[in-house]
RNA sequence: GGUCUCUUAGUAUAACGGUUAGUACAACGGGUUUUCAUCCCGUCAACGCGGGUUCGACUCCCGCAGAGAUCACCA
């Protein structure tokens, strides 16, 4: 059992088109069949330098491996189509020895020309209607039409069902260009054959067109696949398909972001689709393992980054909590402030302990850690304008502040116990409430509008800095 | 315009003739010794419209409307 991904390399990939991966895959691996991944580089003009390296760096973060393709090989190599060019020929060949295609000499201008003749009388436009009496034969430069055999035809798709088309829909349609590559109606064919492939995965956009494919299967005698029209991921406003003009972001910049792979292949295989249950976080195994055709939604489905970056959070807590602080700290490479460089691992760690549960992305590190690794900039208004300490006057607070830098002085053994203790203690003595002193002491730390736990915060810190970063804040109230 | 497809809360979805129409995100409110977040509790919110069929319709049928796709020597 065969399914293929067959993008273009057209520019970057954005999350519409990698969703259109991820059903194969699935598929592929739920069945232990093979998945191929082909390059649809027929369309010199629109081809992208780097395009299929960066496509084929998505596919391997988001841990999709294929069985055949670029890089790998395989039994039906090569698998970009523009070096496939004699394939295409002889299989064109085969449809002109059998009278069903024929060399078109007819020029654009004649061709815009037919078109323009049906629209004024109001009549759709084939140009099966048009065919030339005497086509010369065929040749490089010259175009390859298809002569097609319109009848009502009638198919089922997978997600879509039971499907059926007349002949006003079937024409002669270009099996080879000028430029001597195939079309993508054509050339899909020929390599869904020739590769094996047994389903055919592909946005709804094509289901327009399956009529003409079906006269060339039947053409060919091949047996013809099963055919999946995949629903598409709406943009985030409006009623358009998500492409790059709404601002759809590429994969890669959503890893950038810290978006883990996970997160990524979850929500993207969870919009659209779903086992029925009510579960929303799934592992790749579990995606796998559920996965069914039947149950792929068949509207489109709006791209919602929000509930990504949720999901992401999820996933997030998910591999600290399952895997260990160890096995998230591996994907936070490059995620920390420049100024956390000096720091070595065990020590980001354990700030990556107490701060991972408020992260929705790992560049949140970036903007939440940074008084972890250097003494932030003091701002007295912070202190002062809380809402919880604006009552007091400077000379309360500093006086506060420190009376809590004794206590915590007298502390031998610093960890979260005797911390939290002796935090308890000065609620008792300054008969404060929990708001005024920790507030205080936090901001005292951090500067920060938002950290951990005190106790915890001030366990990572160490005795010395976090001492030393009160008593800066107290000199700071009493020059002010 | 022709042809085709789709239609449950703001969003993603569950239901497969009988439910107070379930869940999640978002929003709003509350709780967890400060903040932000996590976690927990709660509130708001939907079957596009009109006909049938049926004892009974979100579910089946037919119209309509709205949305989308396609009509390339692009994929």
Redesign the pocket.
Known sequence: MKTRF???P?GYIHIGNVRSAIYPYLLARQQNGTFILRI?D??Q??YVEGATELIEETLEWLGMNWDEGPIVGGPASPYFQSERAEIYHAWGQKLIDMGRAYA?P???ET?QKY?DECNAK?I????RNFRPENPPEWKPG??LRFKADPKPRTWHDEV??D????P??Q?D??LI???G?????F??IVDDAEMGVDYVMRG??????TPNYLALYEAFGLKIPKLV?L??I?APT????LGKRDGAKSVTEYRKDGILAEAMLNYLA?????D?T?Q?IYTKDELIERFSLP?I????????E??L???N??WI?KIADEQGIEALYARTDGFWPENADAYDDNYKKRVLGIIY????VLADLRDMTGYFFTDPEIDLKMLTEN??LKKLSEEELSELLQVSVRKLEAINDWNTDTL?AA??EL?EETGK???????AI??ALSF??????????MEVLGKDTSLARINRAVNALEND
């Open positions: 067959a993008p273009s057209t649809e027929t369309d003009a629109r078109d007819t020029n654009a061709i078109r109001k759709p436009y084939l140009y010259i175009p879509m069902g499907m059926s088309a007349g006003e829909v024409d349609i270009v260009k000028a430029d590559l195939p079309t993508y109606n050339a899909h709804v956009e094509y289901l327009s067109s029209s629903p598409h709406l409006g009623n358009k398909k969870c919009l659209g689709w779903n029925g009510e929303e149950r939604q068949n509207s489109g489905a709006r791209y919602d929000t509930k970056f949720w999901m959070g999820q807590r549960d408020r992260l929705k809402k919880f939290q935090l308890n609620l409430k929990p708001a005024e002193l920790f507030s936090r901001l920060a509008p938002f950290s951990p736990a005190l106790h915890l915060t």
